[in-house]
């Protein structure tokens, strides 16, 4: 199978170490929704002792996932999980942190999606969920990587990538009051979405 996340290997730990230095959660459940191969919950579980759940509705992928994170001999409790974000096997106030990066534009029911991450979200908890590339990546990164990757290959007629003002349309469907959008540079259209319970 070929890795269509090559590219942005070097984005995944400056992302982590943003979801750590903002939020400060090191211990208890995460989740990561849609965790392709596993690389921002792989980077995360690295530079904390979270319990961590990687989550993708494709086993092929959810197969490589488990494989990149066994070569990496991480002495985190680690759980790989075949499921639909729209129906998460998890019971209410569940996950200390959850992550999701590009999976959202995806989603067969992107806002059943995010209703169910707020309902396993525990009191207490962040969810950081979206796209992007991290406010850590440098310039020059970040101008070699836009449209390349995934969100490069989203055909028309799909879905689509969400940012700015069709984000926030997008939340505020969802009926999630407890978020806000999150930039990666600021002056730039907003590509996350953070929730805290």
């Not at 943003?18 to 208890?28: P, V």
């Not at 992550?99 to 962040?126: A, C, H, P, T, Y």
């Not at 990546?137 to 290959?153: E, V, Y």
Request: charged letters at 25%; aromatic letters at 10%; hydrophobic letters at 40%.
């Amino acid at each position: 199978m070929t890795n269509p996340f090559v590219h942005l290997l070097p984005v995944y730990p400056m992302i982590a170490k943003q979801i750590l230095d903002d939020y400060k959660i090191t211990d208890g459940k995460c989740l990561d929704i849609g965790t392709g191969y596993g690389y921002l919950g792989l980077e995360l579980a690295k530079i904390t002792n979270l319990e961590m759940y990687f989550v993708d509705i494709n086993p092929e992928v959810l197969d490589k996932a488990e494989k990149n994170v066994a070569e990496c001999r991480l002495d985190n409790i680690v759980h790989f999980l075949e499921a639909d974000v729209c129906s998460l096997p998890f019971e209410d106030n569940f996950a200390d942190l959850i992550i999701s990066r590009g999976s959202l534009w995806f989603w067969k029911d992107q806002i059943k999606g995010m209703q169910e991450i707020n309902r396993v979200l525990k009191k207490g908890g962040v969810a950081f969920v979206g796209g992007g590339l991290g406010r850590y990546t440098p310039d020059s990164m970040r101008k070699r990587l836009q449209g390349m990757g995934r969100m490069a290959q989203i055909k028309k007629g799909e879905k689509g990538f969400m940012n700015g003002k069709k984000l926030q349309e997008f939340v505020d469907k969802t009926g999630i009051t407890n978020c806000q959008l999150i930039a990666d540079v600021k002056g730039q259209p907003a590509t996350w979405i953070e929730i805290r319970k």
